[in-house]
């Protein structure tokens, strides 16, 4: 499948998108390194299940804001597979609130995890992609930051964040035979999506062209190309995988 021998780091990755990644990473013959902040059992059974696709896995607990984390997940990712030739930008959070009444903690919380956490893992892995001179990776943003969104100033600010981060990291690797691209989703069916009301589910289904909502595979399978040769020649790209939304 082209993912052979290639090590995999998902951060976010034992649950939702993050774990749909993983598994269709894994399928492809990538080995994988899941990193979350969930407790250390539920990232062990989140590789369990990749394992049963004949790859090998890390289970690491690790936050992405943390640069010292990150570098030690980078660290055992090559001692263990010997490169690092994905990284996937995934972990991310909400605290949503209308802006009169969002607090300071909010604010930062969701810029510190979704933004920070975005370049420091990123910054944790580029020496050795620099030194392979090769690598791909892909950012998880979302539609709200390109189109905005009541309630999510501060997670729309962080994933438009995330946006131009990817075209900047983009240009500043290209040189080294690095791709850097973001997927931006638009409502896909998850754990972070299932507490809305059900008012809000339809009205958001009625801006949906495709008149669906996405699943993690529509996502996952975006990925898959962003990680594979078949992208060779895209770079800073933001592929939206919105079912038409937002076009
Ligand atoms: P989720 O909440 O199911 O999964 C997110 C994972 O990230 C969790 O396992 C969580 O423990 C982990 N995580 C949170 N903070 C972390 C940290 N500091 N360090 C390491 N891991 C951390 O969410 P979902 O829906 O799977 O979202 C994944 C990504 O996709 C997020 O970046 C989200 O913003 C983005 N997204 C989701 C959409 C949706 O409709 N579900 C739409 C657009 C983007």
Request: charged residues 20%; aromatic residues 4%.
């Amino acid at each position: 499948m082209g993912f052979e021998g290639k090590a995999a780091i998902i951060t976010g990755a034992a649950r939702g998108i993050g774990g749909e990644i993983a598994i269709a990473l894994a399928k492809a013959g990538a080995d994988i390194v899941l990193v979350d902040v969930l407790p250390q059992e539920e990232i062990d059974a989140a590789a369990k299940e990749i394992e049963a696709t004949g790859v090998r896995t890390l289970a690491l607990k690790a936050d992405v804001t943390s640069m010292d984390q990150m570098n030690e997940v980078a660290a055992k990712t090559v001692e263990t597979f010997g490169n690092i030739s994905i990284l996937i930008n995934n972990a991310g959070i909400t605290r949503d609130s209308l802006a009169l009444r969002m607090t300071d903690e909010q604010w930062d919380l969701v810029i510190a995890v979704n933004l920070k956490g975005t370049f420091v893992a990123t910054r944790a892995v580029m020496r050795q992609m620099m030194k392979q001179r090769a690598g791909k990776i892909v950012n998880i943003a979302s539609i709200v930051g390109v189109m905005g969104n009541a309630g999510q100033a501060n997670y729309s600010a962080s994933k438009a964040g995330i946006i131009g981060l990817t075209k900047s990291m983009a240009k500043e690797l290209a040189a080294r035979n690095i791709n850097v691209n973001a997927v931006a989703p638009g409502f896909i069916a998850t754990a972070m999506t299932d507490h809305l009301a059900d008012n809000v589910k339809e009205q958001m289904l009625a801006q949906i062209p495709l008149k669906r909502f996405g699943s993690v595979e529509d996502v996952s399978r975006a990925v898959k190309f962003l990680c594979s040769e078949d992208s060779a020649y895209v770079t800073g790209h933001v592929l939206h995988i919105t079912g038409g939304m937002g076009m």
